[in-house]
T-cell receptor, first 112, second 117 residues
Framework: GDSVTQMEGPVTLSEEAFLTINCTYT??????LFWYVQYPGEGLQLLLK?????DKGSNKGFEATYRKETTSFHLEKGSVQVSDSAVYFC???????????FGAGTTVTVRA | NAGVMQNPRHLVRRRGQEARLRCSPV?????VYWYRQLPEEGLKFMVY????????ESGMPKERFSAEFPKEGPSILRIQQVVRGDSAAYFC???????????????FGSGTQLSVL
C-alpha cells in the first residue's frame, strides 16, 4: 500500500535559519502530496499541496516540489520564525481516494 | 465557525475499561473520518462515516472497536476492554462532501490522546 516516510525529529533551529524536512513516498499511480502542520493545541491544518509531478506547493513562505524521479516532497523555508514551531506531517492520497497516508511527523522548535 | 471539536483532549483508562471518544464535525459537514496515530508512527486511516452510515471501516480493528455517526449528535469512536496497545492519539476529520482526490475542505480536530494504564 501507499506509505510516506519523513525525516525524524525533533528539529531545533534559531530564528531566521533555513529549514528543510525530508519526505519520500511510495505509491501506485500518481498520488497527490501534502504537508500538514499542527500548532500546539490545534488540529492539523493543510499547509500546502501538489497534485502532479514538478508541481510546487507554497504557503506562508514554505515550499515543496513534487519530484517523481526521486519520489520526494521535501519541505523548505528560507527563514523560520518562532511562530513556525509546530509538528509537520507529510501525507499522500491517491487520485481517486479519500484516505490519507501520513508520515510520523517532525517536531520543529524555533528559538528566538 | 467552530472547527472540528474533539473531546476529551486526554483520556486515561485502565486495562479492560471502555473508552468513548467524541468528534463534533464542522457545522454542516456530514462526512467524518477517524485516524489513529500510534507512538512513532504516522496517522493511519480507521473509518469513514456519513450520517448514520459506515462507508469504509477497512482500517479499524475487527474486535473491540466500533464507530457511529448518528443523525443527531457527535460521532463516537468506542473502544471496549482497552489494552495498552490502544494508547495512541485519535484524530477526527470532517468534510461537507466526500473529498476524493482533493482535501481543501477536509478539516481535522486536535485529537484525543488515549493512555491505557
Amino acid at each position: 500500500g501507499d506509505s510516506v516516510t519523513q525525516m525524524e525529529g525533533p528539529v531545533t533551529l534559531s530564528e531566521e535559519a533555513f529549514l528543510t524536512i525530508n519526505c519520500t513516498y511510495t505509491a501506485t499511480g500518481y498520488p497527490s502530496l501534502f504537508w500538514y502542520v499542527q500548532y500546539p493545541g490545534e488540529g492539523l491544518q493543510l499547509l500546502l499541496k501538489a497534485t502532479k509531478a514538478d508541481d510546487k506547493g507554497s504557503n506562508k513562505g514554505f515550499e515543496a516540489t513534487y519530484r517523481k524521479e526521486t519520489t520526494s516532497f521535501h519541505l523548505e523555508k528560507g527563514s523560520v520564525q518562532v511562530s513556525d514551531s509546530a509538528v509537520y506531517f507529510c501525507a499522500s492520497m491517491g487520485q481517486n481516494d479519500y484516505k490519507l497516508s501520513f508520515g510520523a511527523g517532525t517536531t520543529v522548535t524555533v528559538r528566538a | 465557525n467552530a472547527g472540528v471539536m474533539q473531546n476529551p483532549r486526554h483520556l486515561v483508562r485502565r486495562r479492560g475499561q471502555e473508552a468513548r471518544l467524541r468528534c463534533s464535525p464542522v457545522k454542516g459537514h456530514s462526512h467524518v473520518y477517524w485516524y489513529r496515530q500510534l507512538p512513532e508512527e504516522g496517522l493511519k486511516f480507521m473509518v469513514y462515516l456519513q450520517k448514520e452510515n459506515i462507508i469504509d471501516e477497512s482500517g479499524m480493528p475487527k474486535e473491540r472497536f466500533s464507530a457511529e455517526f448518528p443523525k443527531e449528535g457527535p460521532s463516537i469512536l468506542r473502544i471496549q476492554q482497552v489494552v495498552r496497545g490502544d494508547s495512541a492519539a485519535y484524530f477526527c476529520a470532517s468534510s461537507p462532501l466526500e473529498h476524493r482526490g482533493q482535501n481543501e475542505k477536509l478539516f481535522f480536530g486536535s485529537g484525543t490522546q488515549l493512555s491505557v494504564l
